[in-house]
C-alpha cells in the first residue's frame, strides 16, 4: 500500500465558516463551548452571531489562594435544559482577586456584573467588574470614587445590555445620611457621571438596605428592605420614589430580595418565601398568596415589577446565579468598548 492510498490530513479549522455557522446555530451552548477548542477560526464563528436556543444558565465557580496573586479554581455552565455540566474556566489565573472576593450583583444577555469586596464594611471606592461565562472574558470598570464612606448594605449596582445592540449602561447606587446618590457608566467613556439627590425629609428612615436593581423600559429601578421602590430616569436624569413601604403586615426587613424586571428571568434559582407585584397605579405592593400565583409569577412575560423575597442567609450563598443567554449573538468585550 502506498501513500497515496493513505487517508490525507484534513485541516478542519478551513471548514467554511458559513458552514461551522450553520452546524453551530443547531447546538446547545454544551457543545458549541466543546466546539470552540478544536481551533482558533471555528471559535470565532462561534463567538460572532451565531443565535442559541438555550434558555438561562447556571454557573457556579470556586476559587483559592495559591498566593498573594494567583488563585485557582474553576468555573463551570450548567445547561438547565439538558441537566449538563461544562467548564468555561479552570486551573491558575495569575490576576484572581477579582475572582475570589466576587459579590454578584446582575446578570444580562450573556454578561455578570460583579462587585470587588476584599473586607466588609464602609468603602470610599466601588470597583466593579464584568464577567462573560459564554466567552470567558473579563471587563473591569473604572473605579468609582463614592467621595464618603459608604457602607456595604447602602451600595448596589446593575446594567443594560440587549441584543438589539450592544451599548452597555452600568448603574451604581449609593447614599450617604440623606444624600441619594447614582452613577452610571458607559465602558466605552471609561468614566462615571454621578448625580445627587437631597431627600427633603432625612428623620423618615424608609430607605433600609439596597436589596437590588434592574432595568427596564429607559429607567433603573432600585428596591429596598423596607419596600420602598425608586426609580431612575435615564434620560431625564431624575430620581423619585414610587412606593415608601411594604403592605402593613409584612413590615419585617430580615430578608434578602431580588428584583426583577419582567420578560427577564430571576439571577437566584432558589425558590423565594414571598413574591411582591408593584402596582403602578395604586402605588403599591401586591403580593401572591399562594404557590399557584407565584408559579404564575415566574411564568409571566408581562412587563412589570417584582420583588422576589428569600430568607437572609441567601445573601451571603449566591452561588450559583442564573445567566440569561445570548440568544442572537454574542457580544464580546471588543463589542461593548466599541458598540455598534
Avoid at 441537566?83 to 459579590?103: C, M, P, Q
Avoid at 446594567?159 to 465602558?187: D, M
Avoid at 432625612?202 to 429596598?224: E, H, I, Q, V
Wanted: hydrophobic share 35%; proline share 6%.
Amino acid at each position: 500500500m502506498g501513500s497515496q492510498s493513505r487517508e490525507k490530513k484534513r485541516d478542519w479549522s478551513k471548514l467554511p465558516k458559513d458552514i461551522v455557522g450553520c452546524i453551530m446555530g443547531k447546538l446547545y451552548w454544551s457543545h458549541r463551548i466543546q466546539m470552540q477548542g478544536v481551533c482558533k477560526a471555528w471559535r470565532m464563528v462561534s463567538l460572532d452571531g451565531v443565535p442559541t436556543i438555550d434558555k438561562a444558565w447556571l454557573m457556579t465557580s470556586e476559587w483559592s489562594w495559591i498566593d498573594c496573586n494567583r488563585v485557582i479554581g474553576k468555573c463551570k455552565l450548567k445547561d438547565t435544559s439538558l441537566g449538563k455540566e461544562v467548564y468555561i474556566s479552570r486551573g491558575v489565573k495569575e490576576d484572581g482577586t477579582l475572582f475570589i472576593w466576587a459579590n454578584f450583583q446582575s446578570s444580562r444577555y450573556g454578561w455578570a456584573l460583579f462587585r470587588h469586596d476584599p473586607k466588609p464594611g464602609f468603602r470610599n471606592r466601588c470597583v466593579l467588574y464584568m464577567y462573560s461565562p459564554f466567552t470567558d472574558e473579563m471587563m473591569k470598570l473604572p473605579p468609582l470614587d463614592l467621595g464618603f464612606p459608604v457602607w456595604d448594605g447602602n451600595l448596589t449596582a446593575t446594567f443594560n445590555l440587549s441584543s438589539a445592540n450592544s451599548e452597555c449602561l452600568v448603574f451604581c447606587f449609593y447614599r450617604f445620611k440623606e444624600t441619594v446618590c447614582i452613577s452610571t457608566c458607559l465602558p466605552r467613556d471609561g468614566s462615571w457621571k454621578s448625580c445627587y439627590f437631597v431627600e427633603r425629609h432625612p428623620d423618615d428612615n424608609w430607605y433600609g438596605t439596597s436589596l437590588s436593581a434592574t432595568y427596564s423600559d429607559g429607567c433603573f429601578y432600585c428596591l429596598f428592605s423596607g419596600g420602598a421602590l425608586g426609580v431612575f430616569d435615564v434620560h431625564s436624569r431624575e430620581w423619585k420614589l414610587l412606593v415608601k413601604c411594604w403592605p402593613a403586615p409584612h413590615q419585617d426587613s430580615n430578608f434578602f430580595g431580588e428584583l426583577v424586571a419582567f420578560p427577564r428571568c430571576p439571577c437566584l434559582p432558589h425558590r423565594p418565601d414571598r413574591v411582591m407585584k408593584f402596582d403602578p397605579s395604586g402605588k403599591c405592593w401586591v403580593e401572591y398568596l399562594d404557590s399557584q400565583e407565584m408559579e404564575s409569577a415566574s411564568s409571566d412575560h408581562h412587563h412589570h415589577l417584582c420583588a422576589y423575597l428569600y430568607p437572609s442567609k441567601l445573601e451571603f450563598y449566591k452561588n450559583p446565579i442564573l445567566i440569561e443567554p445570548p440568544v442572537t449573538r454574542v457580544w464580546r468585550r471588543r463589542h461593548l468598548l466599541n458598540p455598534n
